[in-house]
């Protein structure tokens, strides 16, 4: 018996892991469009949702069910096997959803436990039907031979699974039309209209969450009697209309006597209602399995039995209420990892950036189908606009109007508060609705595709970003899909190992989680850093005034050539010592040096909007300086990457002469670079003659030296993979030295006229 209670406590310790790597996931859900609308300081919205976490935690306990009964028949399961269908869920709920939360994709903890359950369930009836082909099982008074349907609640597991697919289309219909609808009333330039109809909205706004979170998630609530319950339901149409009535007059007040801005109270309040909804639904996830094996454990401890594979577990088949302080234990854990996560950040931006009201750099790229949805659309809504009459279409133009948005601020957010409030109050409701029926509702799909339908209604995705939103969209959704599979054959497959192996696999299981847990770890704030590094870059790019745009621009430049020097000559020293590793390391530092140039060329709108006014050929010339440092890291990747292969391959390495010719051509190369690093460092292009006569005498080296080469081959002195490496270093090597001249010119000419301003 001991061993099981060691496993019992292993299962507790893997559903604080998942806590922390659940709600890192599903911090998405209830945070995004608070932080997307930028309606308070991050610490104030974090604040808020860890409230609403550690309330909601408590309305939990009737959702536990779920994870005891709701998959598969806990009657017709032993102790044993039970324990390892719970074992095998933890496990690939852990590693499964850091794996999401690693690369910032956000994922459904429903789906994911879901089916584990059912993978693991079946798993394990499998083996007993293995074992025991004649097993007889009891069932309405009925005996007869077990299938897997006596093992499987197929009935509530598909009716589940349907609801949450279904949860996508309802989620993304009633946002549209919820988001449309208030479009029309108060449009963009909503902030005179919040004066007249900014209280009824308010009251309206906060009494729908009010009733979803108090009169709906009262029926699951641990710490609230029956009659208390009752009580609530009985008097629910009074209780709202004062509500309504109260709410709406406080609000008036306060507009009147304060200017208060309704929307930031409704986006606070929904933040807190859906943190508190997410809670209430979604804790079942991360400590249902946990709970229901300390159940079980508890029964089979009572018996005083020795064989737990002579315990049938029917004690989960009835309700068990969950003792509150286990549920604000979970709570607050799930807030602290709120405060800590860097994780939870990442998968927030996914959504947001999904979603913001703006271009800008776009995650995704475009796919066909999503190309083929975008000219469909646009061809039906053709059609439809030729019906519709003109004065229609123009009024509601009106309402759509987006300058007032664009232009209200330097640094706007992604959306405004009235998307924001939508987002917040059509999923809150939705969740609150699901959880109040015991529903395991996927909040991350409801949330999600909430906000990617009022963003769709906003006219977000334009004509410029529309294929790359959708894109985007289907990714996530189609990782979903790939969650579900994943979560059934890796529960499936544990499960086995487990039913296999014993105690060596479960420990052999566990340890390959945390390696895999702390390598994810690793991966991720290595990206993050470098993320960081960008988002700094880019915000004190965008914070500068246009006089310092050239010292900005400069410095990026020469960031950039300092690193081309260095790499090209690492990569021609490591070619010549046949040095793989160092190789290796040199195409990873080139592909970061592309990913850097092309944000930049990515960014040039951007940052020619901060030149001075009139400034029209200094705009010209700083693309022409983008265009040639992004070609000339180009040539670098031509010149490190056909090396790595080279010698990766074992081809043979280059002759003495070889070695010789081409560390001399690097040599003056590398020399030629520092004078146009020294001259644009300076801001002195007195010298610019002097290195261009210096760039045709290594010119002419490099012209000499491919003769030489050209020599080699015809006499066959040299390979022929070598001699088409050796010569395509040498043409790389000259287009560097055109481009780079090219560069400095246009950089000279970039900060002549800049002057001039």
Same mark, same amino acid.
């Given at each position: 018996?001991?061993?099981?209670?060691?496993?019992?406590?292993?299962?507790?310790?893997?559903?604080?892991?998942?806590?922390?790597?659940?709600?890192?996931?599903?911090?998405?859900?209830?945070?995004?469009?608070?932080?997307?609308?930028?309606?308070?300081?991050?610490?104030?919205?974090?604040?808020?949702?860890?409230?609403?976490?550690?309330?909601?935690?408590?309305?939990?306990?009737?959702?536990?069910?779920?994870?005891?009964?709701?998959?598969?028949?806990?009657?017709?399961?032993?102790?044993?096997?039970?324990?390892?269908?719970?074992?095998?869920?933890?496990?690939?709920?852990?590693?499964?959803?850091?794996?999401?939360?690693?690369?910032?994709?956000?994922?459904?903890?429903?789906?994911?436990?879901?089916?584990?359950?059912?993978?693991?369930?079946?798993?394990?009836?499998?083996?007993?039907?293995?074992?025991?082909?004649?097993?007889?099982?009891?069932?309405?008074?009925?005996?007869?031979?077990?299938?897997?349907?006596?093992?499987?609640?197929?009935?509530?597991?598909?009716?589940?699974?349907?609801?949450?697919?279904?949860?996508?289309?309802?989620?993304?219909?009633?946002?549209?039309?919820?988001?449309?609808?208030?479009?029309?009333?108060?449009?963009?330039?909503?902030?005179?209209?919040?004066?007249?109809?900014?209280?009824?909205?308010?009251?309206?706004?906060?009494?729908?969450?009010?009733?979803?979170?108090?009169?709906?998630?009262?029926?699951?609530?641990?710490?609230?009697?029956?009659?208390?319950?009752?009580?609530?339901?009985?008097?629910?149409?009074?209780?709202?209309?004062?509500?309504?009535?109260?709410?709406?007059?406080?609000?008036?007040?306060?507009?009147?006597?304060?200017?208060?801005?309704?929307?930031?109270?409704?986006?606070?309040?929904?933040?807190?209602?859906?943190?508190?909804?997410?809670?209430?639904?979604?804790?079942?996830?991360?400590?249902?399995?946990?709970?229901?094996?300390?159940?079980?454990?508890?029964?089979?401890?009572?018996?005083?039995?020795?064989?737990?594979?002579?315990?049938?577990?029917?004690?989960?088949?009835?309700?068990?209420?969950?003792?509150?302080?286990?549920?604000?234990?979970?709570?607050?854990?799930?807030?602290?990892?709120?405060?800590?996560?860097?994780?939870?950040?990442?998968?927030?931006?996914?959504?947001?950036?999904?979603?913001?009201?703006?271009?800008?750099?776009?995650?995704?790229?475009?796919?066909?189908?999503?190309?083929?949805?975008?000219?469909?659309?646009?061809?039906?809504?053709?059609?439809?606009?030729?019906?519709?009459?003109?004065?229609?279409?123009?009024?509601?133009?009106?309402?759509?109007?987006?300058?007032?948005?664009?232009?209200?601020?330097?640094?706007?957010?992604?959306?405004?508060?009235?998307?924001?409030?939508?987002?917040?109050?059509?999923?809150?409701?939705?969740?609150?609705?699901?959880?109040?029926?015991? %529903?395991?509702?996927? =909040?991350?799909? &409801?949330?999600?595709?909430?906000?990617?339908?009022?963003? @769709?209604? +906003? #006219? *977000?995705?334009?004509?410029?970003?529309?294929?790359?939103?959708?894109?985007?969209?289907?990714?996530?959704?189609?990782?979903?899909?790939?969650?579900?599979?994943?979560?059934?054959?890796?529960?499936?497959?544990?499960?086995?190992?487990?039913?296999?192996?014993?105690?060596?696999?479960?420990?052999?299981?566990?340890?390959?989680?945390?390696?895999?847990?702390?390598?994810?770890?690793?991966?991720?704030?290595?990206?993050?850093?470098?993320?960081?590094?960008?988002?700094?870059?880019?915000?004190?790019?965008?914070?500068?005034?246009?006089?310092?745009?050239?010292?900005?621009?400069?410095?990026?430049?020469?960031?950039?050539?300092?690193?081309?020097?260095?790499?090209?000559?690492?990569?021609?020293?490591?070619?010549?010592?046949?040095?793989?590793?160092? %190789?290796?390391?040199? =195409?990873?530092? &080139?592909?970061?040096?592309?990913?850097?140039?092309?944000? @930049?060329? +990515? #960014? *040039?709108?951007?940052?020619?909007?901060?030149?001075?006014?009139?400034?029209?050929?200094?705009?010209?010339?700083?693309?022409?300086?983008?265009?040639?440092?992004?070609?000339?890291?180009?040539?670098?990747?031509?010149?490190?990457?056909?090396?790595?292969?080279?010698?990766?391959?074992?081809?043979?390495?280059?002759?003495?002469?070889?070695?010789?010719?081409?560390?001399?051509?690097?040599?003056?190369?590398?020399?030629?670079?520092?004078?146009?690093?020294?001259?644009?460092?300076?801001?002195?292009?007195?010298?610019?003659?002097?290195?261009?006569?210096?760039?045709?005498?290594?010119?002419?080296?490099?012209?000499?030296?491919?003769?030489?080469?050209?020599?080699?081959?015809?006499?066959?002195?040299?390979?022929?993979?070598?001699?088409?490496?050796? %010569?395509?270093?040498?043409?790389?090597?000259?287009?560097?030295?055109?481009?780079?001249?090219?560069? @400095?010119?246009?950089?000279?000419?970039?900060?002549?006229?800049?002057?001039?301003?």
């Amino acid at each position: 018996m001991d061993i099981y209670l060691i496993l019992v406590v292993v299962l507790f310790a893997l559903a604080i892991s998942d806590l922390v790597v659940g709600v890192s996931n599903d911090a998405v859900n209830f945070l995004n469009s608070a932080i997307g609308a930028k309606v308070a300081p991050f610490r104030i919205i974090i604040l808020v949702a860890a409230i609403g976490v550690l309330i909601g935690a408590t309305f939990s306990s009737g959702m536990m069910e779920v994870a005891r009964n709701g998959i598969f028949h806990p009657q017709h399961f032993y102790f044993n096997e039970i324990m390892i269908i719970f074992l095998a869920v933890m496990i690939t709920d852990v590693i499964l959803l850091d794996l999401f939360n690693t690369f910032g994709m956000p994922t459904s903890t429903t789906v994911s436990i879901v089916f584990e359950l059912l993978g693991a369930a079946v798993a394990v009836s499998l083996v007993k039907l293995s074992h025991g082909s004649q097993e007889i099982v009891t069932e309405g008074g009925l005996t007869k031979i077990a299938d897997m349907g006596d093992y499987i609640n197929t009935e509530k597991a598909l009716g589940i699974i349907s609801g949450i697919l279904l949860s996508v289309v309802i989620a993304f219909s009633v946002g549209a039309l919820v988001q449309w609808l208030s479009r029309l009333l108060f449009s963009f330039n909503y902030k005179k209209r919040l004066r007249y109809f900014g209280a009824i909205y308010g009251g309206l706004s906060i009494t729908a969450i009010v009733y979803f979170m108090l009169i709906k998630g009262a029926k699951g609530a641990s710490f609230m009697s029956s009659e208390t319950q009752k009580a609530l339901l009985d008097n629910s149409l009074v209780i709202m209309a004062f509500c309504f009535i109260g709410l709406t007059i406080l609000f008036q007040l306060l507009i009147w006597l304060f200017n208060l801005n309704v929307l930031k109270v409704i986006v606070l309040a929904g933040t807190f209602a859906l943190a508190m909804a997410f809670a209430g639904n979604d804790l079942v996830n991360f400590i249902g399995v946990p709970l229901a094996g300390f159940e079980a454990y508890k029964d089979f401890a009572a018996t005083g039995l020795t064989d737990p594979g002579a315990h049938s577990m029917e004690i989960l088949s009835g309700k068990v209420k969950t003792d509150t302080y286990m549920l604000i234990i979970a709570g607050l854990i799930m807030v602290s990892t709120l405060w800590l996560s860097r994780k939870a950040r990442t998968v927030t931006k996914t959504s947001v950036d999904l979603s913001r009201q703006g271009e800008g750099d776009e995650r995704f790229g475009s796919s066909l189908f999503a190309r083929s949805l975008v000219r469909g659309s646009r061809n039906i809504g053709k059609s439809i606009s030729s019906i519709v009459p003109q004065g229609l279409k123009n009024g509601i133009n009106k309402q759509f109007d987006q300058s007032h948005f664009k232009t209200e601020t330097a640094e706007a957010p992604s959306f405004d508060l009235i998307r924001a409030s939508v987002n917040l109050l059509v999923a809150a409701m939705l969740i609150a609705f699901a959880t109040s029926l015991k %529903l395991p509702l996927s =909040t991350t799909y &409801v949330t999600f595709m909430v906000a990617m339908g009022t963003s @769709l209604t +906003d #006219r *977000a995705w334009g004509r410029d970003s529309a294929v790359y939103r959708i894109t985007g969209v289907l990714s996530v959704i189609g990782g979903w899909f790939f969650t579900a599979l994943m979560a059934f054959t890796a529960a499936f497959v544990f499960a086995l190992v487990i039913s296999w192996g014993g105690i060596a696999a479960i420990i052999g299981l566990i340890l390959i989680a945390l390696i895999m847990v702390i390598r994810t770890h690793a991966i991720h704030k290595k990206r993050t850093q470098k993320e960081e590094e960008t988002e700094k870059e880019d915000f004190e790019e965008d914070s500068i005034y246009p006089e310092d745009v050239r010292e900005k621009c400069s410095a990026n430049v020469l960031g950039i050539l300092d690193t081309v020097r260095n790499v090209y000559n690492d990569s021609i020293n490591a070619l010549i010592s046949e040095d793989r590793k160092t %190789l290796k390391q040199k =195409t990873k530092e &080139v592909k970061e040096v592309n990913e850097r140039t092309k944000h @930049l060329k +990515d #960014r *040039a709108p951007f940052t020619i909007t901060k030149l001075q006014e009139d400034s029209e050929m200094t705009s010209h010339y700083y693309v022409q300086v983008l265009d040639y440092l992004r070609e000339t890291a180009h040539c670098l990747t031509y010149i490190s990457e056909p090396s790595y292969r080279h010698i990766d391959n074992n081809h043979s390495g280059l002759s003495i002469i070889q070695a010789e010719d081409l560390r001399g051509i690097a040599g003056t190369v590398d020399k030629l670079f520092e004078e146009i690093v020294s001259a644009i460092k300076n801001g002195n292009y007195s010298k610019t003659d002097l290195i261009i006569q210096q760039q045709q005498d290594v010119l002419a080296k490099i012209q000499e030296t491919r003769r030489r080469q050209i020599k080699r081959i015809k006499s066959s002195k040299t390979s022929t993979k070598l001699a088409m490496l050796y %010569l395509n270093i040498l043409h790389e090597s000259k287009n560097m030295l055109l481009f780079g001249i090219n560069l @400095l010119k246009s950089q000279r000419d970039f900060a002549t006229y800049n002057k001039k301003q």
